[in-house]
């Protein structure tokens, strides 16, 4: 019964949102404590598990499409117009559950990522003020007439000699 293989992906695809979860709640402990050496690792485990979600969202639209013509809907229909035309009470709440669970975990989701976003906005603005700041000071040159950086510090000589 392609109903029972849907219910299987959608369930799938909720373990792997969950995981997506996992891996942008790890970004964000990383941003906030500043180990940024460690981002480049942490996205790639988050780039892998939406590969996954990728295939496994792909598998669900085709089998949506199967359930949907098996019980006189529309090929496109979405998940809310196959759990309130199901024809048993049982596939309409285990439907409506994972449409519920999903819409809560991709809402969460959403909230980590723009959390995250911001942290990274603030991360690239402040190297940039930085960066800015490390340009020589106007005028300053040296023996061969190059720009400088000046030096505001001073100066420590060896008087021995």
């Known amino acids: 019964m392609a109903a029972n293989e849907l219910s299987t ?3 799938r695809e909720r ?4 995981l997506l ?9 990383l941003l906030t404590t500043g180990k940024s050496k460690w981002l480049p690792f942490a996205t790639r485990e988050v780039e892998q598990v939406l590969v996954r979600l990728r295939k496994v969202g792909i598998e669900r639209t085709v089998e949506s499409s199967s359930v949907a013509l098996e019980w006189g809907l529309p090929e496109d229909a979405t998940l809310r117009e196959i759990a ?17 669970a999903l819409t809560s975990i991709t809402a969460q989701i959403a909230d ?3 959390t995250n976003l911001q942290y ?4 690239t603005r402040s190297t940039q003020e930085t960066l800015a700041n490390l340009q020589p000071a106007a005028g300053v040159y040296d023996g061969q007439g190059a720009p400088a950086l000046a030096t505001s510090g001073g100066h420590l000589f060896d008087r021995r000699f």
Do not use: C, Q
Not at 15 to 18: D, G, P, S, T
Not at 120 to 123: G, K, M, N, S
């Open 112 to 114: 980590i990522r723009d």
């Open 120 to 123: 990274l906005r603030a991360a």
């Open 84 to 100: 309130a035309s199901s024809p048993s009470e049982t596939w309409s709440e285990i439907f409506t559950s994972h449409l519920n």
């Open 9 to 11: 992906l959608l369930w």
């Open 15 to 18: 373990e792997l949102l969950e």
């Open 21 to 29: 979860m996992f891996k942008l709640e790890e970004e964000h402990l």
